[in-house]
Nanobody, 118 residues
Framework: QVQLVESGGGWVQAGGSLRLSCAAS????????MGWYRQAPGKQRELVAS???????NYADSVKGRFTISRDSAKNTLYLQMNSLKPEDTAVYYC????????????WGQGTQVTVSS
């Protein structure tokens, strides 16, 4: 199991920026890929961005060119730099860790709220 603690959310006007962080602990050696998910009110949780242990990244079409995912393995921390934020980016953001067999851990953090006003 892994423990994940997200931080960095807040309120921002459209066009602004935020940087989210996710600190991982527990079975760190078992973690390979990591990702950021988000869940808006009344909607399903969706994968926003992911990064492999080899730093290969993938993004949802809705955030390409605006969000950047990165990780600091020495600090066991995942980041999400969010620029040019839009009201539709408003959601609770969660990070998730992937196992060496390619399956995501079932563990979730408490999430961090991002609110973008128009």
């Amino acid at each position: 199991q892994v423990q994940l603690v997200e931080s960095g959310g807040g309120w921002v006007q459209a066009g602004g920026s935020l940087r989210l962080s996710c600190a991982a602990s527990g079975s760190i050696s078992s973690i390979r890929a990591m990702g950021w998910y988000r869940q808006a009110p009344g909607k399903q949780r969706e994968l926003v961005a992911s990064i492999t242990s080899g730093r290969l990244t993938n993004y949802a079409d809705s955030v390409k060119g605006r969000f950047t995912i990165s990780r600091d393995s020495a600090k066991n921390t995942l980041y999400l730099q969010m620029n040019s934020l839009k009201p539709e980016d408003t959601a609770v953001y969660y990070c998730r860790a992937g196992r060496s067999d390619g399956i995501w851990f079932n563990d979730w953090g408490q999430g961090t709220q991002v609110t973008v006003s128009s």
